[in-house]
């Protein structure tokens, strides 16, 4: 029996076909976007970190999620556990810190794809010799690596040592040079300010377009977010091609694949070198926002985290990588104000999202489908038993 009337369904059936076409999607597309590059200015208030720079929060976010995407490369695709991620993370931000300011005076601009390629040809130099390994084994060497890039730079002349490399120039301004008392930048955008409703813009309190200061976080998000965007739009050409079939075949099982015919260790190394790269392209918009790195800014525990990002949010999901990272960077934050606590609650935070989603927040579509299938197999178990 139908206990939707048919008018009712009519119209529900004509919305969801309008949004089914393909201007709708590019339409909500487009104005999603839209929000993510506005949310700083919004302030809207059950998102916003009251004890946290709300425009620096999001910084952190959008870079955990780049580093979730390029880890999902490896874990969600691949199916390689890459426990020593930090490693390529610290290669990107001590690259752009060396080309900027320790040695030379490189503009950032320049260092940024020097950064990327340099930490890509160590993503190979790591795997070439240990993918052939497999399982725990090479969690614990990438685990090691990890540690060794860490101890190597704390040691290392050239490298700083343990005092580490400070003032690293950020990105150069477009529009007119900041000055004292003047952001600089193209121009000022208001922030939204919902304690003065109705009144909500804030004309007293602006970010300056492309103006790159200590002070405001918020067009280093810009900047972070635009290159997220790019990335996935790479990952989504990348996995929907003969490569991204070809890691699938490998995560699902190597040895058949080889027999197919699928030259799965260039894969892995490949992998493995996207996964690097995008980790190094984060850890060198790290470094310019942070002006000041230093070996203890790399710690083991990182790559924890950035495991967590991925699997949390659904391995083998982009979109999934990109809320895992989101919800492991802010939470902390956003639940600062426990001060000693704030850890705690995160990890009981986690440990409801690993009972209630086992799969993640966004399973990928193969998950969903296994399930449906099981599913379908005990309704028809169910239905042989009961005749």
Do not use: C
Not at 153 to 178: D, F, Q
Not at 192 to 207: A, K
Not at 225 to 240: I, S
Request: proline content about 6%.
């Amino acid at each position: 029996m139908n206990l939707v009337p048919a008018p009712v369904a009519a119209t529900f059936s004509r919305i969801g076909a309008r949004f089914d076409n393909r201007p709708a999607k590019i339409t909500l597309a487009v104005l999603g976007v839209l929000f993510v590059y506005a949310l700083p200015l919004l302030n809207i208030p059950l998102l916003t970190t009251p004890d946290s720079d709300f425009g620096g929060v999001l910084f952190s976010v959008a870079a955990y999620a780049l580093i979730a995407v390029g880890l999902n490369i490896v874990i969600g695709y691949a199916g390689l556990l890459d426990l020593g991620y930090v490693g390529f993370y610290a290669t990107g931000a001590y690259t752009v810190g060396v080309l900027t300011q320790y040695h030379w005076h490189w503009p950032f601009f320049l260092a940024l794809p020097v950064a990327i390629v340099v930490t890509m040809i160590a993503g190979v130099m790591l795997g070439a010799p240990t993918l052939r390994v497999r399982g725990d084994y090479l969690a614990i060497v990438t685990m090691g690596f990890g540690e060794i890039i860490r101890l190597v730079i704390t040691n290392t002349e050239w490298l700083g040592k343990s005092g580490g490399i400070a003032k690293i120039p950020m990105p150069p301004t477009i529009g007119t040079p900041p000055q004292p008392g003047e952001p600089g930048g193209l121009f000022g955008i208001p922030h939204i300010s919902w304690s003065t409703f109705p009144n909500v813009v804030d004309v007293g309190h602006e970010t300056h377009f492309l103006s790159f200061t200590v002070l405001d976080a918020i067009p280093f998000y810009w900047l972070i977010v635009t290159a997220l965007l790019l990335v996935l739009l790479g990952d989504k050409l990348l996995k929907d091609s003969r490569v991204g079939r070809a890691w699938e075949a490998t995560r699902e099982d190597e040895d058949v694949a080889e027999i197919m015919g699928v030259p799965t260790f260039r894969y892995k190394l490949l992998a493995f070198a996207l996964g690097a790269g995008i980790g190094g392209l984060s850890g060198a918009m790290f470094a310019t926002r942070q002006t000041f790195i230093q070996p203890a800014s790399f710690a083991l525990l990182l790559s924890m985290l950035f495991v967590a990002s991925v699997i949390v949010g659904g391995a083998g999901n982009r979109w999934g990588a990109v809320a895992g990272g989101a919800v492991v960077a802010y939470l902390p934050e956003r639940f600062r104000g426990f001060t000693e606590w704030r850890m705690l609650v995160f990890g009981i935070a986690l440990i409801v999202l690993a009972t209630w989603r086992p799969e993640g927040l966004f399973p990928p579509r193969r998950t969903r489908r296994a399930k449906a299938a099981e599913a379908e197999i005990e309704e028809l178990e169910g239905d042989a038993a009961n005749v």
